[in-house]
């Protein structure tokens, strides 16, 4: 019975051993990472305020380990999706009815349109050092032109006074706004382009393809009017846009990098919340996408038999405007939701800007006009990143449109 006891005795203070050790561990990791975090703080501000302090916390520790953990999250799912569509790939190999058209929607693009495609990434990825000009120029006109202060007599081929500088450096900004205006309406004719043939070229190939089959009660109608547009519109932003917007997002973090490390860190500070987010919506959105086109499809396929044959009750109808009025009031609930959110998101982040800028300007770490300069700049920064969700909502949608073609067609 003492043996009993002794060893009870033991297990109880092994376990209470092994909790004291652990939170023992915790509360010394957790003691570095806090005194790990006010070095941080004594390096970009003379006050440690708790205010600051918590700032700090925010942008240059919990975000960035946020920002780990999604790529690593990211870099699995990439992972897991290459192994099934391998296994899918090897399972089709050798089948005689396999389709003309990919079963992927960026194949579909990339086969008929590589070499515009690269032609669109070539000049998405031109107008990046022209973004970073027309952010650089106002800083120095502001820092350089106007303050009188810090003016000395500027070389440009010939000595400049104050006023000619001013007007040189305006002439240089206007010839960026001209350049950047000039490429992207280019850009933008040629994404129409592209957009134009490859919806032509699946309207045909969809056209063809029902003509051959055997199943001639279906109604195509819908298919090439309604679902074939809205995927090939999406074709020529596939690339570009990424491209593009992504290109000036990380211009613009290089840019406010290049001002100050901690307003840079700033501007992305609750991009990870909005990577959260944005995608749990858009699953609900594809889904209610899914249900309507082939409640579209259905409706169809009972007007036109009600054409021929004037067999369909009124209430199958009815039943079907009904279902569709519900899908749509849905997908505006959950899209509109998001997009209030990711809004109020984006406008929050000027806070960190006013709150850390404003404490630099201050006590003289940052000059006003690169301050000025990062807030003009974030509105292009904002602007990119709603665009990429944007592309992000619209890839999804092209995608379950493309898969529901595929699947019709095949």
């Not at 092994?18 to 390096?43: M, P, R």
């Not at 044959?309 to 609930?333: D, G």
Request: glycine letters at 4%; charged letters at 15%; one cysteine or more.
């Amino acid at each position: 019975m003492c043996r009993g006891i002794t060893s009870q005795a033991w297990l109880v203070a092994s376990k209470y051993s092994e909790n004291y050790w652990f939170k023992n561990s915790i509360t010394v990791d957790f003691l570095a990472w806090h005194s790990w975090s006010h070095t941080i703080t004594s390096k970009f501000f003379d006050h440690d305020h708790l205010w600051l302090h918590l700032i700090v916390h925010v942008v240059l520790v919990m975000m960035p380990a946020l920002f780990l953990g999604i790529f690593i999250w990211s870099l699995y799912r990439l992972y897991i999706a290459y192994i099934v569509h391998s296994s899918r790939r090897l399972q089709t190999a050798g089948d005689p009815t396999l389709p003309l058209i990919p079963n992927s929607l960026f194949r579909f693009i990339t086969q008929y349109s590589s070499r515009k495609q690269l032609l669109l990434s070539l000049a998405a990825l031109l107008t990046l050092p022209i973004t970073y000009a027309s952010l650089e120029l106002p800083k120095q006109i502001i820092n350089n032109a106007i303050s009188t202060d810090n003016f000395s007599s500027y070389q440009f081929f010939i000595p400049l006074n104050q006023i000619d500088y001013l007007l040189l450096l305006c002439g240089f900004y206007l010839i960026v706004l001209l350049l950047n205006s000039l490429i992207k309406f280019l850009l933008n004719y040629y994404k129409g382009s592209v957009a134009e043939f490859l919806t032509r070229r699946l309207r045909m190939y969809a056209f063809k393809k029902h003509r051959e089959s055997k199943d001639s009660d279906q109604n195509l109608i819908p298919v090439i009017i309604q679902e074939v547009e809205p995927v090939c519109g999406f074709s020529g932003d596939s690339f570009t846009v990424p491209l593009l917007q992504g290109g000036t997002v990380v211009t613009i973090i290089i840019f406010m990098m290049v001002q100050n490390p901690i307003l840079g860190a700033a501007a992305i500070t609750l991009l990870p919340i909005q990577i959260l987010i944005i995608p749990r919506f858009q699953r609900k959105i594809n889904k209610l996408v899914r249900q309507r086109v082939l409640t579209m499809r259905e409706l169809s396929n009972k007007l036109d038999s009600n054409k021929k044959t004037k067999s369909v009750e009124t209430q199958v109808f009815s039943q079907l405007f009904n279902n569709l009025h519900s899908l749509r009031m849905r997908i505006y609930k959950i899209k509109y939701l998001m997009k209030s959110l990711n809004n109020f998101i984006m406008n929050l982040t000027p806070f960190f800007f006013f709150t850390i800028g404003g404490y630099l300007v201050i006590e003289n770490k940052l000059t006003l006009g690169a301050l000025v300069a990062s807030l003009t700049s974030y509105k292009d920064l904002a602007g990119s990143i709603r665009e990429l969700f944007t592309h992000y909502q619209a890839l999804q949608d092209s995608k379950t449109r493309y898969h529901e073609i595929y699947t019709f067609l095949h």
